[in-house]
C-alpha cells in the first residue's frame, strides 16, 4: 500500500517552474509533464543500443543502458510510494539518469574523457544536463525539454551537493572542478549546487545502486563470468543462496539465480526504506526546501547494508568489470572512439551536415566539444558503423 504524500515530497503544485514559461497542462502535472517528456525524447530511445557491461551484439539478454534504466526506474517508484514521495518525479530523474551516457558504457566516458582533456573532459552527468537543456530539438519555442527546475535539480545533484556555498568543488569533482557544461547553465538557471536534491532524486540515485548490483550478477552469471556459489564468499549472499536451498532443494542455476538477484532486490530495498525512516525521523524536515538544507542525505542504505553492498560491487569489479574478456572487448571500443573523435578533427566534411553549422566561427573548445556532443550521442551500433564507413578496419568487439 502506497504511503500518503509526505510535507517533505516535492509538490507539483509549487515547482519552481520552467525555464521557458509555458501554459500548464491540463491533464498532467509538471512532474508527469517532464517524465512524459523524456520518455519521448530522442537521447531515451538511443539507451535502447547503448552498453551496459556488454556490448549489443554479445546476446540479447543482456541489459542495455535502457533495460538498466526501467529496472531504476521501477525500484525508484516501490521506494518512493513507500516513503510518501511524488512518484512522478521520481520515475522522470531514474529515466533520465543514464541519458548522458556515451556508446561503450564507462569505456566510452573514459575515452572522450582523455579526448576532450583539454577543453573541459567529459562528464556523463552535465551531457545530460547539455541533453535536456539544449541538444534535444524537437519544440518550436525552445532548445531542449524545458523540464522543471526540480527535475534539473534532480538530474545535476542526486549524487550530492556539488559545491560549497562558496562555490568549491567538492566529491567527484574536487580534482577538476564542476564541469562547465553545468557551470555554463547556472548562468541561465541557478540550481543550486550547494544543496543537497530532494528525496526524490536522492530515490533515483540509490536505485541506481540497487539495480545494477543486481542486474550485474545477474548478467555475469549469464556470461558465464563466475558461477552461483562464487558468490558465497560474501555474507549477504551467501546467506540468500542458503535459504533458496533451503526452500527449494535440487533447484538449477539458472533458477537460483534468478531467486538470488529478486531476494537481493528485496533486501535492499527494505534496508533502505527503514534507514530512510530512522533518519527522517530524526531530521523532521517539514518540506522539500527542508530536505535541501538539511545538510546531510536522508537515503541511505542501513550500515549492515551498506557494508554488504559494498562487498557486492568489490566482487563485480574483480570479478566482472575488470576480467580479462570484458576489458579486451572495452579496450578496443576506446579505439573507435578515440578513432573517430580524431577523424572528425581532422576531416570535418565526415560529420553530417546539421552537425557543421557554425564551424567556421567557433572556437577550437567549441568545436572539440561539438564532436564531443555528436560522438556522445551514438549508439554502440551506430559507432561501429560509421568506423567501418571511414576506416579499412573495425575491431570486432567480441
Avoid at 16 to 22: A, K
Wanted: hydrophobic share 40%; proline share 5%.
Amino acid at each position: 500500500m502506497a504511503a500518503p504524500r509526505s510535507a517533505y515530497a516535492c509538490d507539483p503544485d509549487r515547482s519552481r517552474g520552467r525555464l521557458f514559461d509555458e501554459p500548464p497542462s491540463k491533464t498532467r502535472s509538471p512532474f508527469r509533464r517532464d517524465c512524459d517528456r523524456v520518455i519521448h525524447s530522442t537521447a531515451f530511445r538511443r539507451l535502447k543500443h547503448k552498453t551496459q557491461v556488454f556490448v549489443f551484439h554479445e546476446g540479447d539478454h543482456y541489459r542495455t543502458r535502457l533495460t538498466h534504466t526501467l529496472e531504476v526506474a521501477q525500484i525508484a517508484r516501490a521506494l518512493a510510494r513507500q516513503l510518501g514521495l511524488d512518484e512522478d518525479l521520481t520515475e522522470t530523474l531514474a529515466l533520465a539518469h543514464d541519458l548522458g551516457h556515451p556508446p561503450f558504457g564507462h569505456a566510452g566516458e573514459r575515452a572522450l574523457d582523455v579526448c576532450l582533456e583539454h577543453h573541459g573532459g567529459f562528464d556523463h552527468n552535465a551531457q545530460t544536463l547539455r541533453i535536456v537543456a539544449s541538444l534535444e530539438h524537437r519544440y518550436p519555442e525552445f532548445d531542449g525539454l524545458n523540464l522543471t527546475w526540480e527535475s534539473l535539480e534532480g538530474i545535476v545533484k542526486h549524487n550530492g551537493p556539488l559545491t560549497t556555498r562558496d562555490g568549491t568543488a567538492l566529491g567527484r569533482y574536487r580534482a577538476r572542478g564542476v564541469p562547465s557544461g553545468i557551470l555554463d547553465y547556472l548562468a541561465s538557471y541557478d540550481l543550486e549546487l550547494w544543496s543537497f536534491a530532494s528525496l526524490e532524486a536522492q530515490v533515483a540515485a540509490i536505485a541506481d545502486d540497487i539495480a545494477y548490483d543486481a542486474h550485474d550478477i545477474d548478467d555475469g552469471l549469464r556470461a558465464g563470468l563466475f558461477r552461483l556459489d562464487d558468490l558465497k564468499v560474501m555474507p549477504l549472499t551467501a546467506g540468500l543462496i542458503a535459504e533458496i536451498d533451503r526452500h527449494y532443494p535440487g533447484l538449477d542455476d539458472i533458477r537460483r539465480g534468478a531467486e538470488l538477484v529478486r531476494e537481493l532486490i528485496s533486501y535492499l530495498i527494505g534496508a533502505v526504506i527503514a534507514e530512510a525512516r530512522r533518519r527522517i525521523e530524526i531530521a523532521r524536515p517539514g518540506s522539500a526546501e527542508e530536505v535541501r538544507n538539511y545538510g546531510d542525505g536522508l537515503i541511505a542504505f542501513s550500515a549492515a547494508a551498506a557494508q554488504a553492498e559494498a562487498e557486492i560491487k568489490a566482487f563485480l569489479k574483480q570479478r566482472m568489470y575488470r576480467h580479462p574478456r570484458v576489458m579486451r572487448v572495452m579496450g578496443d571500443a576506446e579505439t573507435i572512439l578515440f578513432d573517430l573523435f580524431a577523424r572528425y578533427q581532422k576531416v570535418p566534411g565526415d560529420l553530417p551536415p546539421e552537425w557543421l553549422s557554425g564551424a567556421n566561427t567557433e572556437t577550437e573548445t567549441e568545436r572539440a566539444r561539438r564532436i564531443g556532443n555528436f560522438i556522445a550521442g551514438m549508439t554502440d551500433r551506430f559507432a561501429m558503423t560509421e568506423h567501418q564507413r571511414l576506416f579499412d578496419s573495425t575491431p570486432d568487439l567480441r
